[in-house]
């Protein structure tokens, strides 16, 4: 293994050129605005718009997103780490460690967010207003789209809208989720970047961290549908729908645990004490497990009894990021202080494996990962 972070910290293993003219294929249109228009070969009839059920059968909001159940669309694309580290993105193979490629040339990348239907992926650099493509497959990168401060992204269930989350001014854009092209703008109450959707999918609910409150945006009406105050103090961070579609569990780093918020009245209904600093949060591959990781503490919550069932330190002592977990469910990865990049059993919380790179990790992105399509955030799938 030393021999692995060594690799990486004085980079023997060069990277490869990552995007090259001409490499993209008749499925991988460049996108931005702008740019060419995709390209159909003769005689192929165009794709229709997708039209996949949202509520899974029974309404078990996690129900495709079980360990190995990729999308067909994305069985074939090789599985990469993607950390943002404030210069680029480094593309990383989980299974060697090894640095593969690098997409950036200085972009100041805060959040790297697949597309809804997997083939792409959207680096959000909020210093430069910008949402640059990449294609996953080849990691042939598109044309930087504008976008003001976009400090989150989203795509509805059916595909069809993106929505950004924009923090200057405080608004959601309604994007065209292939060109980034605007739409349409909601305003907001607060300034929001994590949420994720009801169950019906027609509501995006956001966390606003500075004003310790929660927003519910109505997408088909293009409105602000309600908003709730959390007890004073509060500092929501990163939001999960139960796998009931009930709930939505809500980071709190200040109180350091997570609110459970009902999703039909939009009201708190208890609290769970996880550790300091609790800020980001993702779900198990059974959808029986709630990770809460954050202060240097990974705490996994039980969905049926809302018990904290374990506690496991992380390297470093500090604030860790989620990058989603491995398609078998058995490694959760993560990103913290010091450019370390690693995966923790997610049985024991045992460190399995962990690189060092030479920039801060800002983000980190595991793809592809299970589900029928992305809804973007911090790794929400259906």
Known sequence: MLAVVMALVSGCAPPVDFYRPGEGGPDEPVVGLGGP?????????????????????????????????????????????????GRG????DPRTLRLV????????????????????????????????????????????????DPAGLYFTPDGRTALVAAGRPRRIEVRDPRT????????????AADGDFTLAGTSLVMSCTAAGALVRVDVPGRRVAGTVRLPPGARPGDVRLSPDGGTFFVADAANGGV?????????????????????????????????????????????????????????????????????????????????????????????????????????LRVHPEPGRYSLGGTGLYR
């Open 37 to 85: 228009a995709p390209y159909v070969p003769p005689g192929t009839a165009r794709p229709k718009a997708a039209d996949p059920p949202v509520v899974p059968a029974g309404g078990r909001v996690y129900a495709a997103t079980g360990p190995g159940m990729i999308a067909p669309g994305a069985r074939s694309m090789p599985a990469r780490l993607y950390v943002a580290d």
């Open 180 to 191: 980034m092209r605007p739409r349409a703008s909601v305003p907001l109450p607060c300034a």
């Open 259 to 363: 609110w459970a918020v009902d999703a039909r009245t939009f009201a708190p209904r208890g609290f769970v004490r996880t550790a300091p600093g609790a800020r980001d949060l993702a779900i198990s591959r059974d959808a029986r497990r709630l990770f809460v990781a954050g202060g240097g503490t990974l705490a996994t919550v039980d969905f049926r009894t809302r018990r904290v069932t374990a506690r496991w330190p992380l390297p470093g002592g500090g604030d860790a990021i989620p990058g989603g977990v491995s398609s078998d469910g058995r490694a959760l990865w993560l990103a913290g202080a010091g450019g370390l990049v690693y995966a923790v059993s997610t049985r024991t919380g045992r460190v399995l494996r962990q690189a060092r790179l030479r920039g801060r990790p800002a983000a």
């Open 89 to 92: 993105v480094e593309v990383i």
């Open 101 to 148: 490629g690098r997409v950036g040339g200085g972009a100041a990348a805060a959040r790297v967010v697949p597309s809804w239907d997997m083939r792409r992926l959207w680096i959000a650099d909020t210093v430069h207003d910008v949402l640059v493509p990449v294609w996953a497959r080849t990691g042939r990168r598109g044309l930087p789209v504008p976008a003001v």
